[in-house]
């Protein structure tokens, strides 16, 4: 299955690498790509299990859906995995 979900925080392509990074070490996940353009994160995933660790990651991440809580502490790890990203690319 496909699933495309519209995130928060994304800023750039260090943003965009670690989620790629991150999200294709899930187990059950591929083709993942990101759209800096639009924040949308699309993947290929097996199970609501996966589809549910994927939502998860984002979050831990800093990523989280549109719609859902996107305090300070979410924002301030999205520069975190955006410098990262930046770093490993």
């Known amino acids: 299955m496909e699933s495309t ?3 928060q925080n994304l800023k750039c392509g260090g943003c965009a ?3 790629v990074t991150q999200l294709s070490k899930l187990i059950g996940i591929s083709k993942v790509e990101v759209n800096n353009d639009t924040d949308e994160v699309n993947f290929s995933y097996n199970s609501e ?3 549910e660790s994927v939502k998860k990651k ?3 991440l800093g990523y989280p859906m549109v719609g ?3 305090p300070l502490p979410k924002k301030a ?3 975190v995995s955006c410098a990262i990203g930046r770093m490993t690319k």
């Open 77 to 79: 790890k999205s520069f």
């Open 17 to 19: 690498n670690t989620i």
């Open 58 to 60: 984002l979050s831990d």
């Open 68 to 70: 859902e809580s996107n």
């Open 5 to 7: 979900l519209k995130i």
């Open 49 to 51: 299990t996966e589809f």
